[in-house]
């Protein structure tokens, strides 16, 4: 055998190995793009449909004063008959260092009493967040002055009249113990008050270890092993999964994509804390995100399999929309038409 490979064209010697790597890299490739459409296969039940603790991103400007009473008048329009009961509304962003400018949201009082009166049961949580050192130049969780500053900001816009408070800082390395630390007291503080605390979630490692990979070739967090997770989800009273950019190129494979992660989050998430699932309310083409595939549709399909399968009893499961500046009426037909 050795005598005939050396008789071979020398293209051939070249061209037989990198053909046997290309088969050795896109066996796995193939097998995990099957996996995830089998995730995707079936139909959901009736069962899996809202329990009426869904989520909405706010962006900024429905407290710094660009938007009035009838922006107000026309959110709650939008949001009739659907399972929405929480608004994040972004109120920071925090400092580097930890503290809130009580000048970033001169219009919440009002806006607050608005929606209290529009729309009777919905909570208005306070969205604070920023990026995380090391990877960006920002907060450094690792500081307990900062997380002393974090706390006192949360406390602060509960002051001012906030229903909540929700935490979205990224990107967060998974065993940073100051960030577990930031939600045990923040969460102390928020039940004292005696309203919810919530935080946004990267992605679960689809496959064990993967964040360590990708974290050390790259230098960007993307994911979270589901340990990790399971120490965040313990420690507040609702946990929403940033369920896109994931880099999905097809429909299908991104939706099977999300029933896959719902599952992930769903086997450690404790039953009495709210496991929202978040819906790409955007379009996007880069190579982290493709609009044609990352759809409200199959992230609602993905979501409704996996619960169906997992966990058809539970209650503490909804869905979170982002965000509403770029949701279009055809992202919101799909939330509707699939969830309600």
Avoid: C
């Amino acid at each position: 055998m050795r005598r005939r490979f050396r008789a071979r064209p020398k293209w051939q010697k070249v061209l037989l190995p990198a053909v046997l790597g290309l088969v050795l890299l896109l066996v796995p490739v193939a097998s995990a793009a099957a996996a995830l459409r089998l995730q995707y296969a079936g139909e959901p039940s009736t069962e899996a449909r809202t329990r009426g603790r869904d989520a909405l991103w706010l962006g900024h400007a429905w407290v710094d004063g660009r938007k009035g009473e009838a922006d107000v008048e026309g959110l709650t329009r939008l949001l009739a008959g659907t399972g929405i009961r929480d608004l994040y509304v972004h109120t920071g962003p925090l400092e580097f260092d930890g503290s809130l400018r009580a000048n970033r949201y001169p219009r919440a009082a009002q806006f607050l009493a608005e929606v209290h009166r529009a729309m009777p049961g919905v909570r208005v949580q306070s969205w604070l967040g920023q990026e995380v050192a090391p990877e960006k130049p920002g907060l450094h969780l690792d500081r307990p002055e900062t997380v002393d500053r974090i706390v006192a900001a949360a406390g602060q816009v509960l002051d001012a009249g906030f229903d909540g408070v929700h935490y979205d800082m990224e990107p967060v390395r998974p065993g940073t113990a100051g960030f577990l630390t930031l939600l045990d007291r923040t969460h102390a503080l928020t039940t004292a008050r005696g309203v919810p605390f919530s935080v946004a979630a990267p992605q679960i490692d689809p496959l064990p270890g993967l964040h360590r990979i990708t974290t050390g070739v790259t230098g960007h967090g993307k994911w979270w092993p589901q340990s990790y997770f399971a120490e965040v989800a313990r420690r507040v009273d609702q946990v929403a999964l940033m369920s896109y950019d994931t880099g999905m190129p097809l429909e299908s494979l991104y939706g099977g994509y999300v029933a896959q992660q719902t599952t992930l989050a769903l086997e450690v998430t404790p039953p009495q804390v709210d496991l929202l699932m978040g819906l790409p309310a955007y379009w996007d083409d880069t190579s982290s995100h493709r609009g044609s595939a990352e759809t409200v549709a199959a992230a609602v399909r993905g979501a409704r399999l996996s619960l169906d399968r997992e966990a058809p009893g539970r209650q503490a499961f909804g869905l979170a929309l982002y965000v509403d500046f770029t949701a279009t009426p055809a992202h919101w037909a799909a939330y509707r038409e699939g969830w309600h």
